[in-house]
């Protein structure tokens, strides 16, 4: 089956920019996650969406992140303004459900701030 | 607050050598405990969970409770076991909300 999609896989912004980051989940998979990866640190959990609506997002810097789900399938995250510290690994996964099943991960975009 | 550590970032060892990856979490209630490991140039992916209790690829981990522990075992390591290795926590039946740990870089040498 066709895996986790996203784009862009490389992304080069100034600081106080905006950026925006694309995730196709897996076809059927209900539940899609957003994850950030700071190098040298495992993956942190930015966002949960169960369909289209959000379940979990208590680690979502809000003041500046946003992301959405619209119609449950594909699903968007934004940053506006950048700072140098968003610099990272930005993954998504799906999942079937919200049960523990296995969680397929994007090969991740990476965001460099300048 | 739930937390994922992984004290060693980098375990280099011979081929046929055994090899055990370290993790240890702090949770108050009763978690899900995972492998994942990402291959280079390769997405993050599932290696095994704990209540699945199998053996994937040589690989085993056994959950010990009084000692918050998840530690990952393989007998004899092959180079293509090289590879960027995170032990993550969910709460159970939370999904695949997980927490992970810093991660351990695993060089196997000919």
């Known amino acids: 089956e066709a895996g986790v999609a996203q784009s862009p896989r490389y992304k080069i912004i100034e600081k106080r920019q905006s950026v925006a980051f694309w995730c196709n989940p897996i076809?059927?998979?209900?539940?899609l996650y957003w994850y950030q990866q700071i190098l040298g640190q495992g993956p942190k959990l930015l966002i949960q969406?169960?369909?289209?609506?959000?379940?979990?997002d208590s680690q979502l810097p809000k003041d500046r992140f946003s992301a959405e789900r619209l119609k449950g399938v594909d699903s968007t995250l934004k940053i506006q303004p950048a700072k140098l510290e968003d610099s990272a690994v930005y993954l998504c996964?799906?999942?079937?459900?919200?049960?523990?099943?296995?969680?397929?991960f994007g090969q991740g975009t990476r965001l460099t701030v300048v | 607050a739930q937390r994922v550590t992984q004290p060693e970032k980098l375990l280099s060892v011979f081929k046929g050598a055994p090899v055990e990856l370290k993790c240890n979490y702090s949770?108050?209630?009763?978690?899900?405990l995972f492998w994942y490991v990402q291959y280079s140039r390769q997405r993050l992916q599932l290696l095994l969970r704990?209540?699945s209790r199998e053996s994937i690829k040589g690989f085993t981990a056994d959950l010990n409770k009084g000692e918050t522990s998840f530690h990952l075992k393989k007998p004899f390591a092959q180079e293509e076991d090289s590879a960027m290795y995170y032990c993550?926590?969910?709460?159970?039946?939370?999904?695949?909300?997980?927490?992970f740990g810093g991660g351990t870089r695993v060089l196997v040498k000919p």
């Open positions: 996964a799906s999942s079937q459900k919200q049960g523990n099943t296995e969680a397929f």
């Open positions: 076809s059927g998979h209900a539940t």
């Open positions: 969406f169960q369909n289209n609506g959000v379940v979990d």
């Open positions: 949770y108050s209630g009763s978690p899900e």
């Open positions: 704990h209540i």
């Open positions: 993550a926590l969910s709460p159970k039946a939370a999904g695949n909300k997980l927490t």
